[in-house]
Structure formats: C-alpha cells, structure tokens
C-alpha cells in the first residue's frame, strides 16, 4: 500500500512539473527577418521555430549558402536564432569559418568566407566600461 502511494505520489510530482522542465529544454522560438543589400549583392535570413534558413541570396557565390539552405551550425555552434549567426560571424577573428546547412535534405558543410557576412553581421556591443578607481584613503 505505502509503495503504491508513494509511486502515485513521484508520478504525479513528475506530471506537475513536465511542462516546467518542457519550458527549460524547448529550443528557442525566435521569429525574425534579417534582409541586406548592398549594390548587386543582397541576402534574406529567417528565423522561425528555432530554424534559421536563407530565403534569398545573390549572387550565391559571394555568401556561400544557397536560397533554400537551413544553417544548422557555425563554427561547431547550433544556429537556432538569427543572433545565434550573427554573434559568431561578428565576434570571430578568422577568415573563413565553417557552416554546415541542410540543403536538400543532406548536411554540407561550407568554408564561408566571414568578410561578406561581417558586412550583414551587426557590430558587437562594446564593452563595459571599467568601474572607476575606489577613492583613495584620506589621512
């Protein structure tokens, strides 16, 4: 009898709190459009769902993804979010990074060159500044 209660009592606290849990583990939903051009070069991100796929680019080559394409990584790191692109392509010191995409159902992973991106990129905040110096003691 106790371990029949004490079973109904774990399993309802687990049922409680599965939405809880469900909420700290869901992947992020963020809903947004990053669209740039520049003279003959232009480029369209969006997010929906956790899912970041290039809608439109031209001329391909200069991006290295392809309209259609869904970025999965950057650099290693999952892409979920535009931001989650964006912050690796503005804060790496490389040339070239790798990106693996969906494309037709198979993941590829490109060498994107990062110069062209870094132009679609916003700028990383600067940093904070310092705190000022503690006063000095009075004698």
Known sequence: MRKTLLSTL?????????????????????????????????????????????????????????SGDRILRIDGKPVRTIA??????????????????LRKGSETTLDVDTAAWRKVAPAAPPAPPAPPAPPSPRN
């Open 10 to 66: 774990v399993l309802s606290f687990l049922l409680a709190s599965a939405p809880a849990l469900a909420a700290t583990t869901s992947t992020q939903t963020e809903t947004g459009r990053l669209e740039w051009r520049e003279g003959d070069h232009h480029l369209v991100v969006d997010a929906n769902q956790g899912m970041v796929r290039i809608t439109a680019t031209e001329p391909a080559a200069y991006f290295g993804v392809r």
């Open 84 to 101: 989650d692109l964006t912050d690796t392509l503005a804060t790496t010191s490389r040339s070239r990074l790798p990106m693996t995409v």
